[in-house]
């Protein structure tokens, strides 16, 4: 039985004058899956999250089909997407730097128990899931390191209730045992039943906790498949994971 993607995308293009910053037939997330878009500075992955928000920067010429559990979301704003389930966390944003924990996450309203599909997370569940921001969260957004944020940002997130979230480069600027613990914890919202898009240019990371990894060069898929089989893929193993490929 052919199961439908919680979130798909078909014929997705984004023009800047004749200029194609993103030309992809087709990509879909399944229930619970995580699903990672790797690729080098200028791929095109920022494009595709924002493009599946609908939300972009200098008004492109943007087409193609974006479905969210079967209902097409193409003509909707991107508010109207966020309100359906649909959730970015842009680079290093997502967070009220004047307000404190607290107050970032008091900001995030609930979602209702009975909304089909999405998971009802409340403060003391997010501070579950991130103990570090129950310890700060008297400490303003601003007074937070890097990783803290993006904690915060994602827990925010997480209060909204998402469908599906999409991830723009939730490792920059972090040590390498915050990105560790950052990806490990969105592993472990997939294995309780979240399904993401995470866009991540640390290759080795991000290898090691999806299920799909999507290889994006120039706008377009290049590769695609499981993890496990994408690390013996050539240009993966030589030009991301530092391997020699002879």
């Given at each position: 039985m052919t199961i439908r993607p919680?979130?798909?995308?078909?014929?997705?293009?984004?023009?800047?004058?004749?200029?194609?910053?993103?030309?992809?037939?087709?990509?879909?997330?399944r229930e619970r899956e995580l699903v990672g878009v790797v690729g080098a500075n200028g791929a095109g992955?920022?494009?595709?999250?924002?493009?599946?928000?609908?939300?972009?920067?200098?008004?492109?010429?943007?087409?193609?089909k974006v479905m969210l559990d079967g209902r097409d979301m193409s003509a909707l704003?991107?508010?109207?997407?966020?309100?359906?389930?649909?959730?970015?966390?842009?680079?290093?944003?997502?967070?009220?730097?004047?307000?404190?924990?607290?107050?970032?996450?008091?900001?995030?309203?609930?979602v209702p128990h009975d909304v089909q599909g999405r998971r009802h997370y409340s403060v003391d569940d997010v501070y579950a899931l991130f103990p570090r921001l129950y310890e700060r969260r008297h400490h303003l957004?601003?007074?937070?390191?890097?990783?803290?944020?993006?904690?915060?940002?994602?827990?925010?997130?997480?209060?909204?209730?998402?469908?599906?979230?999409?991830?723009?480069?939730?490792?920059?600027?972090l040590a390498p045992r915050l990105v560790s613990t950052v990806l490990e914890t969105v592993r472990s919202l997939v294995d309780s039943g979240l399904t993401v898009l995470l866009v991540e240019q640390n290759v080795r990371a991000a290898i090691e906790v999806v299920d799909r990894l999507v290889l994006l060069e120039r706008g377009r898929i290049i590769a695609e498949g499981p993890a496990s089989e994408m690390r013996d893929n050539p240009r993966i193993a030589e030009a991301y994971l530092g391997a020699h490929v002879a």
């Open positions: 919680v979130l798909e995308a078909t014929d997705l293009k984004v023009a800047y004058g004749g200029n194609v910053a993103l030309d992809l037939s087709h990509i879909a997330v992955k920022s494009t595709l999250v924002n493009a599946l928000l609908g939300w972009s920067r200098g008004a492109p010429k943007v087409s193609g704003p991107p508010h109207e997407r966020v309100r359906s389930g649909l959730l970015l966390i842009p680079e290093g944003k997502l967070v009220f730097t004047q307000m404190s924990v607290e107050e970032n996450l008091a900001t995030s309203v609930d957004g601003s007074q937070l390191s890097g990783g803290e944020r993006q904690m915060l940002g994602i827990a925010r997130a997480l209060r909204l209730g998402p469908r599906a979230l999409l991830l723009d480069e939730p490792s920059i600027g």
